[in-house]
C-alpha cells in the first residue's frame, strides 16, 4: 500500500514539472527574440529605410511604439577602434547606425554578421544629422541624452544571424555622395589623398584626437575621410599613390564623412593622377651641390637629380612665405620654393625631384624656384633636428655656407627690450651682431622683447643682408 502511494506521488510531481515547461511554452511570446543558442534567421517586417524615416525630429528622440523588426548585415565593426562602442549594418533599402552600452562588440557581432533587431521601445536620434538607433534615454539638467543598448536590451532584443560574406560595396563617384548611401559601404575608384594629407598619418595616435584626410578624385572632387585617433591604424601612414578605398559612408552637418574598418580598405599603389611615373625618381644629390651651380645667375640643375633633407622651418607660425621651406642636409641648407602653398611641417623628411629645376637668388636668399608640389614626397615625420651651436661672429664668417641652416647662439642680448618683436633687431653677443628680423604677420610677431641674455635656436638667412630668423616663440629660451 505505501508503495502503490509512494508511486502516485512521484508520478504526481512528474506530471507537475511537464506540466510547467508545457505552461512556459504556452507564455512565451511568438515575437519574443532567442537569447544564445545557434544563430537563426529572423523574417525582418520592416526595412531599415523604412525605420529611419520615423526619425523626424533632428537632434530629437522618437520612440518606436510598435513591433517593428529590423534585419541587416554588419558592414562596420568596433574591431579597429575606429567605431566605439557602434555597430553599422545595412540591408538591401539602407543602413543605420546602432550604439551600444558595452565595446568589444566585434566578439558577438563581426562584419558579416547577421542581425535581428526587436525595435519597439527603442530610440531614434541622430547625431549632427546621422541617423542613430539607441537604447534608452536620459536626462542631465533636463536635456535628453541617448543610452546605447544595454547588455540587458541585447539579450532581449538582437538575435545573431549567421556569419555570411558582407555585402559588395557599391561602387560611387566622389561627386555621388547622397543620403540614401548614408551608413552603407560604398567604393571609390581612382582617387588618391590631396597632396598635403597623401604620407601623412590617419590620425594622431599620440594624442588621440581624431583627423580628416581630403581624399579626391582626378577632377579635383573632395570627400573627408574621418579617423579616430583610437584606432589601430591611426599611426599608419596614407598612401601616396592613387587607387581605390572602401568604407562606410558617414555624415557630420552637411559633410558627408568615409570611415574604414582598417587600412586593408585602402588600396592605392598606383600613379597619382596626371602622373605617369614616381616623381621623385632620380639620383640624389648634396644641396651643398645644388647650392654651388649659382654662380651669379640664374641657372637650372642637371636633369635626373633629387635632393633629400630635413625641413627645419615651421609653415604654421608663418615666419616665411607660405610656398617656402628651409631644406637642409648633412651639407648645407636650402630654400625650396614651391609653385602653390605647401603643407610640409617642420621635422619633416622629404625627398624633392629638382631635375631641370631653377636654382636662383631672390634679394640674396639662394633657392630651388618654381617646384611643382607633386615633386616631393614625405619620407617621416618628426625627426628631431640638432642646430649648429655658433658664435655670431662664427655666422658671419661662415655666412654664405651656413645659410638656410639651424643655429643655436647662447648669451644673446636682443635690442628695443619690451617692444614686440615684429620687424628687424639687432641680435649681439660677446662676438658680433646680427639682424634678427620677425614679420609682421608671424604667429609670435606681438611676442615681447626679452629683456635679459637669452639662448636663440634661428635659421640664417638673407635678405640683402645677413640676418637670422625664428620659427616659434620657443626659439627664445631665457
Not at 512556459?24 to 517586417?45: I, L, M, S, W, Y
Not at 545595412?90 to 554578421?113: C, H, M, T, W
Not at 626679452?450 to 639662448?455: E, M, Q, S
Request: charged share 20%.
Amino acid at each position: 500500500m505505501r508503495l502503490v502511494k509512494k508511486h502516485i506521488q512521484l508520478l504526481s510531481l512528474a506530471a507537475l514539472v511537464l506540466l510547467a515547461g508545457v505552461t512556459a511554452c504556452v507564455k512565451r511570446d511568438f515575437d519574443e527574440p532567442p537569447t544564445g543558442g545557434e544563430p537563426v534567421n529572423v523574417t525582418p517586417n520592416t526595412t531599415i529605410a523604412e525605420l529611419k524615416a520615423l526619425h523626424i525630429t533632428s537632434g530629437g528622440f522618437d520612440k518606436i511604439t510598435t513591433d517593428m523588426i529590423i534585419g541587416g548585415t554588419v558592414v562596420m565593426d568596433d574591431r579597429s577602434g575606429n567605431y566605439y562602442k557602434t555597430l553599422v549594418i545595412q540591408d538591401a533599402s539602407g543602413g543605420i547606425e546602432i550604439k551600444f552600452n558595452d565595446g568589444y562588440l566585434y566578439n558577438q557581432f563581426p562584419v558579416g554578421r547577421k542581425m535581428f533587431i526587436y525595435c519597439k521601445d527603442l530610440f531614434l536620434t541622430d547625431y549632427n544629422d546621422l541617423t542613430q538607433l539607441t537604447g534608452s534615454l536620459v536626462f542631465e539638467n533636463g536635456a535628453p541624452s541617448g543610452v546605447g543598448l544595454t547588455e540587458a536590451q541585447v539579450r532581449a532584443k538582437v538575435v545573431k544571424g549567421p556569419i555570411e560574406t558582407p555585402p559588395a560595396p557599391t561602387v560611387v563617384g566622389v561627386n555621388q555622395m547622397s543620403d540614401h548611401l548614408v551608413s552603407t559601404l560604398i567604393k571609390l575608384e581612382n582617387v588618391q589623398f590631396v597632396f598635403c594629407d597623401a604620407g601623412r598619418t590617419y590620425a594622431d595616435a599620440i594624442t588621440k584626437n581624431s583627423l580628416n584626410r581630403i581624399i579626391e578624385d582626378c577632377n579635383g572632387q573632395e570627400l573627408i575621410l574621418r579617423t579616430s585617433g583610437f584606432a589601430d591604424f591611426a599611426a599608419s601612414g596614407t598612401p601616396t599613390g592613387s587607387g581605390t578605398i572602401v568604407g562606410v559612408l558617414g555624415r557630420f552637418g552637411n559633410d558627408y564623412q568615409l570611415y574604414i574598418r582598417n587600412i586593408d580598405d585602402v588600396s592605392m599603389t598606383g600613379n597619382r593622377c596626371g602622373s605617369s611615373s614616381n616623381p621623385v625618381e632620380g639620383t640624389l644629390t648634396d644641396l651643398s651641390a645644388i647650392r654651388a651651380l649659382f654662380t651669379g645667375a640664374t641657372t637650372s640643375a642637371p636633369a635626373g637629380l633629387k635632393v633629400k633633407g630635413k625641413v627645419i622651418s615651421d609653415r604654421l607660425n608663418n615666419n616665411q612665405n607660405n610656398r617656402n621651406l628651409y631644406l637642409q642636409d648633412g651639407t648645407a641648407g636650402i630654400v625650396v620654393r614651391f609653385k602653390a602653398t605647401h603643407c610640409f611641417e617642420m621635422g619633416d623628411e622629404i625627398e624633392v625631384n629638382v631635375s631641370s629645376q631653377e636654382i636662383s637668388e631672390f634679394n640674396g636668399l639662394r633657392q630651388i624656384n618654381n617646384v611643382p608640389l607633386e615633386n616631393a614626397r614625405l619620407l617621416s615625420s618628426g625627426n628631431v633636428l640638432t642646430p649648429r651651436k655658433a658664435t655670431i661672429a662664427e655666422i658671419n664668417t661662415n655666412f654664405d655656407a651656413w645659410e638656410s641652416t639651424l643655429v643655436e647662439i647662447e648669451g644673446v642680448t636682443i635690442s628695443g627690450a619690451g617692444s614686440p618683436l615684429s620687424g628687424s633687431k639687432t641680435a649681439t653677443d660677446g662676438s658680433g651682431s646680427i639682424i634678427l628680423f620677425t614679420q609682421s604677420f608671424a604667429g609670435f610677431a606681438s611676442v615681447k622683447v626679452p629683456a635679459g641674455p637669452v639662448k636663440l635656436t634661428a635659421i640664417v638667412t638673407d635678405y640683402n643682408d645677413k640676418e637670422i630668423i625664428l620659427r616659434t616663440a620657443a626659439d627664445i629660451q631665457q
